[in-house]
Structures are given as structure tokens and as C-alpha cells.
């Protein structure tokens, strides 16, 4: 089997894959600092729990915007699967797609093997938003050209700075208000309009301007944890893919291996 890694800045998700169907997923926090020895015990025991030996993992590959993090995960794939790890981006690694960008190697990686998975999936001009520690707005073109996108504070981040920077305003859950009003009658539920309204406001509001631009029929999938949250309470999403970046791994192992 395969081991795919996608290490974000806040989570390392590790799946299993298998001809394409992932098997297994986990995740962890991430930490530059987390040792190959560290993530082969944990991981280890988890692959236990579904019943599997570390003999199954065949190869690995790995995607990372935390360059520190990145030698403990080759050291992890070498010393514990006795693989050496393609690395998303990395010769013999080719993207595969046109990164159609001024600067492209900036561009994240889970960014671009989102939109390997997305137009290996659709068809036509797609727009993908990755609700991460940052939420990305992605738009490849029918061609499968990546293009390039938009960089917003994820949610979280937001109510992270915002709480932080107030003497007064407590945490609270990000959760769609159960009041429908948008005039909040205390200050955690104007802080539920404003967190929650005022995320989903920006995310129909830059769609609306990404399709505009396009000027073509666009599809837009939604990838990461808090899509769903969304999805409940605006029509913008034509699909919701939660493992579209593990897809995307799987993609780009198939086609480095051919």
C-alpha cells in the first residue's frame, strides 16, 4: 500500500491507499520539532488498530508546507518502512499540470495537488477551497492549468485574532447561530454572526468574483474539515471532497511510478 502524508501547517494526515481507495487516515498536530521516532510509535500503533502490519506500506509519498518537518517524514519513510519518500515537487516528482503563475515554486504544495485531484475528477474551469489554517481559493481552468488563486485567514486563525486581541470577548465554538437573526442580542451570539455570517459572506463573495473574472461555467469544490460546517448554509459548493489532497498524492505517486 501506499502511505500518503499531507503535512499542513496545522495537522500531518497520513492515509493509506490502495489502488486508489484509501484504506485508513489519521492525523496529528503538527510539530517541526516531532522526531521520526515519535511519529513511527504512534503511527505504528495505530496501524495496528485496523489491523495492519508496517509491512504493508510499500512506499510513500509526502506533501508539506512545513519545510522542518519534512526530514523526520523521509527519516520516518527510510528507517521504519525501509522506502525512500517522493516528495511532492521534487525531482523525480513532476507536477504534471501547467502552473500558469509569475512565481510557481511558491506556489503550497497542497494547492497544487488539490488541483490534480480535482481535474483528474471534473471536468471544465474548477475553483477549489481548502478550508486549512489559511482557506485557499484555487482555480485551474479546463485544461487543467493551474492559474492561481486567493489567500484568506482560515476561521479559525480569525477568532484566534480576534479573541487575542480583546481584553473582553470570550472563545467561543465556531457553529453556524442558531438564532437567524443576524442582529446578535449578547456578545457571543455577535460574535457567532460576525465569525460565522461574516466567513460565509466572504467565501460567496470571492466565488462570486473568481466566476466573474473566469467568465465561464465554473464548479466549485470544497475540501477540509469545516466544509461541511459550511455547506449547510450556502448553496456556493457544487461538491464537497474531504480527501481531495490525499487524491491528489495518490495521482501523483501513480503517475511518478509510470
Do not use: C
Not at 189 to 204: N, P, R, T
Amino acid at each position: 500500500m501506499l502511505l500518503a502524508i499531507d503535512a499542513g501547517n496545522t495537522n500531518v494526515v497520513f492515509a493509506l491507499v490502495e489502488d486508489g481507495t484509501i484504506r485508513a487516515r489519521w492525523r496529528i498536530a503538527t510539530d517541526a520539532r516531532r522526531t521520526a521516532d515519535e511519529y513511527a510509535v504512534w503511527l505504528h500503533q495505530l496501524l495496528a488498530l485496523e489491523g495492519h502490519d508496517r509491512s504493508v506500506v510499500e512506499a510513500v509519498i509526502i506533501a508539506t508546507v512545513v519545510p522542518r518537518a519534512l526530514h523526520n517524514l523521509e527519516v520516518l519513510a527510510s528507517k521504519y518502512f525501509g522506502v525512500d519518500a517522493l516528495v511532492a515537487g521534487v525531482p523525480p516528482v513532476d507536477w504534471g499540470i501547467e502552473i500558469d503563475m509569475v512565481e510557481p515554486r511558491s506556489v503550497g504544495a497542497d494547492r497544487l495537488v488539490n488541483a490534480i485531484a480535482a481535474h483528474a475528477n471534473h471536468e471544465g474551469d474548477l475553483v477549489m477551497i481548502d478550508f486549512g489554517t489559511a482557506t485557499t481559493f484555487d482555480v485551474v481552468d479546463y485544461r487543467g492549468s493551474y492559474k492561481g488563486g486567493i489567500i484568506a485567514p482560515g476561521i479559525n486563525l480569525s477568532l484566534d485574532a480576534l479573541v487575542g486581541a480583546t481584553a473582553k470577548l470570550p472563545r467561543i465554538a465556531i457553529e453556524a447561530p442558531t438564532n437567524k437573526s443576524v442582529i446578535g442580542r449578547t456578545t457571543e451570539e455577535g460574535m457567532h454572526v460576525g465569525i460565522y455570517w461574516g466567513y460565509v459572506a466572504l467565501i460567496e463573495g470571492l466565488v462570486a468574483r473568481l466566476k466573474a473574472e473566469i467568465g465561464r461555467p465554473v464548479k466549485v469544490i470544497a475540501t477540509g474539515g469545516l466544509a461541511t460546517l459550511f455547506d449547510k448554509h450556502t448553496s456556493v459548493f457544487d461538491f464537497i471532497e474531504g480527501d481531495l489532497t490525499i487524491q491528489g498524492l495518490s495521482l501523483l505517486y501513480d503517475r511518478t511510478k509510470r
